[in-house]
Every structure is written in C-alpha cells, then in structure tokens.
C-alpha cells in the first residue's frame, strides 16, 4: 500500500483528493493535516464523506510513515513549507499549489501533466501539478504544438465553475451574486498563462505568438468550458488525426467528432475534446472538471505514476446520465 500525507485538508481539491484515494485500492491516508481544524472528524468539512471514513484531521506531521505528501495549500505556503521543513528521503512531493510550476534553478519539480510529461513523471521525485484552466487549454494545443503548428496568436475563452475559486467566501463566490450571472476577470493577465506558454514552448521551442486568454466565472459550481481560436489550414479529417495520434496512449483524453459539454466530464477525470473548422480557422473545444482533472484527479494520476502503477487504478469516474 502507497501511504499518503495531505497538508492542507480542508479546501475543495483536498475533499476531491480523499474521496478519490479512499477509493483507491493502493493507498492508505496516514493523515490529513489541517490546523484549524484539528481533532475535527473529515466529514465535518467535507460532508459528501460522511460515511466513508471516520478519519479526523490533526495538527501532527508524521512525515516518516508516509510515501507520498499531497500539498493542497494555498499558493505560497508549499515553498514556506519546503524550506522549514526536512523531508525524509525517497519521499515523494505533489504540489497542487502554483509554486513549483514554472521552471527554475532552485527548482528540481517536474511539471505534472501526464499527457505532456508521463516519462520524466515516472522517473521523478517531486511534481508540480497544472493548473486548472492551464490543463484544459494545454489539452487543447498540445497536439498543435507538437506539429509545429501555433505559429499565429492564439485565442482563447473559458468558463469556471464556483468551486474554482477555492472554499473560502468571497463577493464573486455568493450564492446571491454567482447564481443567474456570469463575469469576466483577469482578462489576457491570468496567472496559469505562464505555465501554458512554458508548455507549449516545449514542443515548438519556436512559439513566440500571443495567448488572449479571457476567463469566465460562470453560474455552475464545478467544471470548464474552454474555446481555442487558431489559424490553422488543414481540414478537419487531418486534425482529427493529429490529435487522435498525439492522445492514442492516453487514458483521461478523448476526441470527439460529436459535440461535447460540462455534463460529460463532472465528476470524471476526462478531458473531452472536439474540433470545429471554418475557412482558415480551427476551433478546439475543450471540457473538464476543475477539482478533479484540473487537480486531485491528475494528482493521482501523478502518484500512480510515480509508484509505477497502471495509470487509470482508482479513476476510473463515472460522470451522470443527467
């Protein structure tokens, strides 16, 4: 059995994060680390566990019992952490934090999308896990760049569920205010835009071209709806296969010729993926869900991937009929 740590238990990727490794039949959660609310049975905060586990959270940190230690920190306090804390060797990192995402000198994470670096996973000690928006949008141009074909500025709108802004209330997260609306915010500065560009920049080190990237909060709680704009001026058949080639060997992408929605991927850890073309310009349309493939489903991912597991062990999600 992989023992698991969690610091930081009490967000929503936290909650997704236990639910999907009770499930798991290789891991066992030593514990879930949370200050606040220490002492505190999971399912106090996390409600949908009721049931399945009587777990409570604790202040302890006994890093020794452990394999693997999830951080589902705020962003900032997993660097806090490393650097006050000695982990004991072989453990291994997966941070769903923004810290160690962007390549550094002082940083030897490896950034952990599978479907761009599954290998250097696998060989890996500490993993950087994307960012929510970052892994749908990535999903979309992955297949391009590695064809060498993002060679025009790139247009892109996306929509977020509610639960993406994190569990703590704010203004643009009430109930009264979120319900019935839609709003733009951080429009062409978002923050995954770096490590989008980092990607890309992987596999067409040529790339130099704008990203415009126009985020959505949207009146649902979970999931994104991602639109991808590019010149591109092969036909559809052509596309399909580039990208059906590129996502052969994957387990959680699928292309569809048929339309795709947020309904088919809530709960999963799918990306559905579909294209549309018009004259010069190729549509891609991206779907998946924020908390789990944009988070605690591609954490796990990550894991198994790490203790040389079958990549798809405890993830095999079923999304709703309705």
Not at 5 to 26: F, K, Q, S, W
Not at 137 to 148: E, S, V
Request: with cysteine; glycine share 6%.
């Amino acid at each position: 059995m992989i023992k698991i740590g969690i610091v930081g238990g009490a967000g929503y990727t936290a909650g997704e994060l236990i639910r999907i490794l009770l499930g798991h039949p290789d891991a066992e959660i030593v514990f879930v680390n949370s200050t606040s609310n220490a002492g505190n049975r999971l399912s106090a905060v996390h409600e949908g566990l009721v049931g399945e586990t009587d777990m409570t959270f604790t202040d302890q940190l006994p890093l020794e019992d452990i394999d693997v230690l999830f951080f589902c920190t705020a962003h900032g306090d997993t660097r806090k952490f490393m650097a006050e804390h000695t982990l004991p060797d072989g453990l291994r990192v997966i941070d769903l934090s923004q810290d160690y995402r962007l390549e550094a000198e002082d940083n030897d994470f490896i950034y952990g999308l599978p479907e761009l670096n599954r290998r250097a996973i696998c060989h890996s000690t500490h993993v950087a896990n994307p960012g929510c928006f970052a892994t749908a949008i990535q999903l979309a141009l992955l297949p391009l760049a590695k064809n060498l074909m993002l060679n025009d500025d790139i247009y892109v709108n996306a929509i977020t569920g509610s639960t993406g802004a994190g569990v703590k209330p704010s203004a643009t997260t009430h109930f009264s205010w979120r319900t019935d609306n839609i709003s733009v915010y951080k429009p062409f500065v978002h923050q995954h835009l770096a490590e989008i560009r980092q990607s890309v920049r992987q596999l067409q080190s040529s790339f130099n071209s704008g990203i415009f990237f126009v985020p959505y909060r949207g009146d649902f709680a979970r999931g994104i709806f991602c639109t991808v704009m590019v010149k591109n001026a092969l036909d559809a058949d052509e596309l399909y296969r580039i990208y059906r080639e590129y996502y052969e060997a994957d387990s959680f992408v699928h292309v569809s010729e048929d339309p795709v929605d947020l309904k088919q991927v809530v709960n999963t850890n799918k990306c559905l993926i579909h294209l549309d073309k018009y004259q010069d310009r190729l549509l891609v349309t991206s779907c998946i869900d924020n908390l789990i493939k944009g988070a605690s489903g591609t954490a796990v991912h990550n894991m198994n991937l790490l203790f040389n597991l079958k990549e798809t062990v405890g993830l095999r999600l079923k999304s709703s009929a309705f």
